[in-house]
């Protein structure tokens, strides 16, 4: 199957994700400074989680671009992951609410946590489509230590925000801050 499809339902439903975030963000009742503070919590978590799926987006475009055919796995490993990203909305609305309060900063996470291992399967099955582990996106890959780093501190994010939420935010930035950047490995790739 040609991956044509594949990449413009993702990328609908990636600007559907971001559209609904943004809703949450409410005009401000009054002309002055003060206004803008109860919007302050909304606001962050909106921008974590529009930097989220700024990345899934990114990297989803660069494993397609090496791709060159999508198969049935793939379609379905694709909805999981767009499934998992759909919450990203409802998640991110709750802990802005909630002025990142201990249950919603941990459901926020769970949601990351799995966004990350529902990426895995996409990944293996674009892969096993496209030559399997000889082919060159599997090359580019490597052994994934950061996607499996990225894992373990999602998972210490949503155990900790029972101790500390704002010490789960912080994880949860700094693993945004680690992919902030496009894979450069399926990047050095693509670029020859």
């Known amino acids: 199957m040609e991956k044509g499809r594949l990449e ?6 990636l600007a559907i994700i971001i559209t ?28 974590m989680s529009f930097i989220y799926v700024g990345i899934y987006w990114n990297n989803h475009h660069h494993f397609l671009r090496m791709a060159e055919v999508v198969s049935g796995r793939v379609l379905w490993a694709n909805l999981h992951l767009l499934f998992w990203l759909s919450l ?8 802005g609410e909630n002025h990142f309060a201990t249950l919603p900063v941990a459901v926020y996470g769970v ?9 895995l399967p996409l990944q293996y099955s674009l892969i096993a489509a496209n030559g399997g582990k000889t082919s060159e996106l599997a090359q580019a890959l490597g052994s994934d230590g950061k996607g499996k780093v990225a894992s373990v501190v999602y998972l210490m994010g ?5 101790v500390a939420p ?3 935010c912080a994880l949860y930035a ?6 902030f950047i496009p894979d450069r ?3 050095s790739r693509i670029m020859k």
Do not use: Q
């Open 174 to 179: 700094t693993v945004a801050a680690m992919w």
């Open 111 to 119: 949601v990351l946590l799995m966004c990350a291992l529902a990426w």
């Open 20 to 47: 609904i975030m943004v809703l949450e963000l409410h005009v401000p009742h009054g002309d002055h400074w003060e206004a803008l503070k109860p919007l302050w919590p909304v606001f962050l978590s909106y921008v």
């Open 185 to 187: 490995r399926i990047e």
């Open 8 to 13: 413009a339902f993702s990328d609908g439903v």
């Open 88 to 95: 990203m909305p409802a998640a991110t609305g709750w802990m």
């Open 166 to 168: 704002w010490i789960s």
């Open 158 to 162: 949503i155990l900790l925000a029972f």
